[in-house]
């Protein structure tokens, strides 16, 4: 009878660890971030030596983990056996927080995570034909480019959290959830595209609503629930009414309405930022010059 394997016994074991058994001292980097049936987490190590993780079963979901570097290596310990795994750029795990989970962390790494509440497959199967989805296949070590890239798109957000749109957050965790549901939960999508666009009554609704809150903490699911639809519903439907996200468009209107205020060419740029839901003038300046390219004093400079 072969021996049940055993994970390997360290002095770190004592440690404290984080909410996925983490030991926290050891984490070059360690941010989170809450959405709505999502939250995300960035966990950078440089230690290149050994790292046990433990987390007791619970009923948290699913995880899901994109490495975002090379050179991971891992050894996960199951009921009856041991399983190692090699991770590079843009390599996904899948995993139930309902099993016990016991591993061996080996070399450096550096992964964005997200953590998918039960409820999430609630919302995201009620519009779906075909089985409901009620979980996710488990994988390890899986290359995954559509992840990868939703990853490198949300990372930012997360080094800059008080910058962080809740509509943009909310968007990116159903997005990521919808391919999760998709790709490993078996969902599959209508056979017939049908007209989702927004009634003119729900598409005022929803514009007035964003306007009113321009610094983009107000939720997808607040907007959703005043016009009586799902979230997930609401959100794709706003953008084939109007060619972008509910955030996109926000942004759009931010902007735009910078430029006025620039072109009256009195007010200082820090008060323009903050007249505009801007976090900050640094904030400011970034997002105008992604969308016009170029810096707000250079624009006001050249346009008055």
Same mark, same amino acid.
């Given at each position: 009878?072969? @021996? ?19 030991? *926290? ?27 046990? /993780?433990?987390?007791? @079963? ?14 991971? &290596? ?19 795990? /899948?995993?139930?927080? *309902? ?29 779906? /034909? ?43 965790? *159903? ?28 598409? @005022? ?30 959100? &794709? ?20 309405? @910078? ?26 300046? &970034? ?6 390219? *170029?810096?707000?004093?250079?624009? &006001?400079?050249?346009?008055?």
């Amino acid at each position: 009878m072969l @021996a049940k394997p055993q994970p390997s016994v360290s002095p770190l074991h004592s440690l404290p660890k984080d909410s996925l058994g983490c030991q *926290a001292s050891q984490l070059l980097q360690d941010q989170e971030l809450a959405g709505a049936g999502a939250r995300f987490y960035r966990k950078c190590s440089e230690n290149a030596g050994l790292s046990p /993780v433990f987390t007791p @079963a619970s009923e948290r979901g699913y995880l899901v983990g994109i490495s975002l570097s090379v050179g991971h &290596r891992r050894r996960i310990f199951h009921e009856h056996h041991a399983s190692t795994h090699e991770f590079e750029t843009g390599s996904v795990y /899948v995993r139930n927080f *309902a099993d016990d989970y016991r591993a061996d962390l080996q070399g450096p790494f550096d992964f964005l995570l997200v953590e998918i509440a039960p409820s999430f497959f609630d919302n995201a199967s009620d519009e779906r /034909v075909g089985r409901r989805v009620t979980g996710l296949e488990c994988v390890t070590g899986m290359h995954d480019p559509v992840l990868a890239n939703l990853a490198r798109a949300v990372a930012p957000t997360l080094a800059h959290p008080h910058e962080a749109s809740t509509l943009f957050i909310d968007q990116i965790g *159903a997005a990521i959830g919808t391919y999760l549901a998709e790709q490993y939960g078996g969902a599959t999508l209508p056979s017939r595209r049908r007209n989702r666009r927004l009634s003119r009554q729900h598409e @005022a609704r929803a514009k007035e609503m964003l306007l009113s809150s321009l610094d983009g903490k107000l939720s997808i699911g607040d907007i959703a629930q005043a016009c009586s639809l799902s979230r997930s519903y609401f959100s &794709r439907s706003f953008q084939e009414s109007t060619g972008q996200t509910p955030h996109q468009w926000l942004m759009k209107q931010r902007v735009e309405m @910078a430029c006025g205020l620039l072109a009256q060419g009195a007010l200082p740029l820090a008060d323009i930022a903050v007249d505009c839901g801007f976090a900050d003038q640094s904030h400011f300046s &970034r997002v105008f010059t992604q969308h016009l390219g *170029a810096p707000p004093g250079t624009w &006001r400079r050249l346009n008055t």
